[in-house]
């Protein structure tokens, strides 16, 4: 099993351009299912997660090339409709390919992806929207049944919780519905409006992406399309977070500002300079230790579950006590006994971790239990005295192209141990 070294080595500095995102590509790649027509994405970044996005594509049907962040898919041969357990379990996003293959076959079979480390994540609110489209749907022996007679029939949806992906499942079904479908109380994440923008280019028509209510205007057919995809911001804030706890300074290029608001609000607040132009953010710390901020995690545009770790982090070797409070995710505060391993202090009450700061962490052994968890453990060991060993990092892989390259290229002293 893959292993990485680190050891702690002063300010991080440089400029270190950012890859596509994985919560944009992932989708993305899989409305290609739609079209009978080719469908070209760039700015595709190479991770785990997109690599078995892929195999799954392939695995229904369709002809997949990538090569250099050029991802070509060619649906048009797509004769298997089952989704297997062996590649949903690997990556939960799988169920996304739920609602275009309803909606262009009218059928599919995918497996329940189940929990993961982080939480429960059940899907009950991806199916109830998908029903309301007049599918029928069948939950048994592990595998999602759904059927529809005819095209999906556009409805008014209205969520009962704010979820990314049941809204992206949503989308994709209603786009080739008959009739028009409002989705309420829609996740407004960036990743959302990247997908809509995919789509409008595909030939559907959507409106209202990136606010609570999504329109769509379902169309009988869509066509290929060519698409970059978005900079991906939580990999964007993972840098920057990183910059800051070890007091550094770095530019962040092909970036996306506009989508990392709240995280830029609260670099500042933790004392960092950050400036931002079009497609680039810079953060200077100047030596300084930052200082602890308290945290609330909340759907877009309120600060994301997905930078939570890396902030827990930060607020370690920070001056004063931050407190982290989690209202996403039940169970995502699995990097706290790792990071109590390398001697922070962080005491976990319900949803929230205090963080009491000013640790001076010292490198250990760690186990990444997920993506985030695993490059807060990294943060920590650029930070720390000694060398950590983060174990278990095919979860980095998941959703970082190349951290220990990118990180070294800052001057960061780190390295992939292949055993
Ligand atoms: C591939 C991708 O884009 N993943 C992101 C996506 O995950 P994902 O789309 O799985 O997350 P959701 O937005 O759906 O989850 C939000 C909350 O809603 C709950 N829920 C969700 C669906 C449902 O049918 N029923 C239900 O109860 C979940 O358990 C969770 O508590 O958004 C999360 C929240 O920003 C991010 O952390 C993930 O990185
Ligand atoms: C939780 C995450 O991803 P996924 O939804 O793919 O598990 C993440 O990107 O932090």
Not at 50 to 74: C, N, R, Y
Not at 257 to 278: F, M, N, Y
Request: glycine share 10%.
């Amino acid at each position: 099993m893959e292993k990485l070294s680190i050891t702690g080595n002063g300010p991080l500095s440089g400029d270190v351009t950012i890859s596509g995102a994985k919560n944009a590509a992932l989708p993305l790649l899989i409305a290609s299912l739609l079209t009978d027509q080719p469908c070209i994405f760039s700015n595709v970044p190479s991770l785990r997660d997109v690599k078995t996005s892929l195999a799954l594509l392939e695995q229904l049907g369709a002809k997949v090339a990538f090569e250099k962040g050029q991802a070509k898919i060619d649906a048009s041969g797509v004769d298997n409709l089952v989704a297997p357990y062996e590649l949903v379990k690997t990556m939960r996003a799988s169920i996304l390919v739920l609602g275009p293959m309803l909606a262009k076959f009218g059928q599919a079979q995918v497996s329940l992806p189940g929990g993961c480390a982080i939480g429960a994540r059940p899907v009950n609110l991806h199916l109830t929207g998908l029903e309301q489209l007049g599918a029928k749907i069948e939950v048994e022996a592990g595998y999602i049944t759904a059927s529809v007679d005819g095209r999906l029939k556009g409805a008014n949806i209205f969520m009962d919780l704010v979820s990314v992906g049941a809204t992206e499942n949503l989308m994709m079904a209603a786009v080739l519905a008959e009739g028009t479908t409002t989705i309420e109380n829609a996740a407004r994440e960036p990743e959302i409006v990247d997908l809509a923008n995919c789509l409008n280019a595909m030939g559907a028509k959507v409106s209202g992406a990136g606010s609570d209510k999504i329109i769509i205007e379902g169309v009988a057919k869509l066509s290929g399309c060519q698409h970059a995809v978005l900079p991906d911001r939580i990999e964007t804030g993972t840098f920057l977070v990183a910059a800051a706890a070890t007091r550094g300074h770095i530019r962040c290029l092909n970036a996306a500002p506009r989508t990392l608001e709240a995280v830029i609000s609260k670099l500042r607040e933790a004392g960092a300079q950050v400036d931002t132009g079009d497609d680039w953010i810079e953060l200077n710390m100047a030596d300084r230790q930052p200082k602890a901020v308290n945290i609330r995690t909340a759907p877009h545009p309120g600060f994301p579950t997905d930078m939570q770790a890396q902030f827990v982090a930060l607020n370690c070797v920070a001056n004063g006590t931050g407190v982290v409070a989690e209202t996403i995710f039940e169970n995502r505060f699995m990097h706290v006994p790792e990071l109590h391993r390398m001697g922070a202090d962080i005491e976990l009450e319900a949803n929230s971790a205090v963080c009491k700061g000013n640790s001076k962490l010292k490198g250990a052994q760690v186990m990444a239990t997920d993506l985030r968890a695993s490059a807060s453990l990294v943060i920590a060991g650029l930070v720390a005295r000694g060398e950590t060993i983060v174990d278990r990092i095919y979860h980095l892989d998941r959703g970082y192209e190349q951290i220990e390259v990118k990180l070294g290229g800052l001057g960061a002293k780190i390295r992939r141990i292949k055993e």
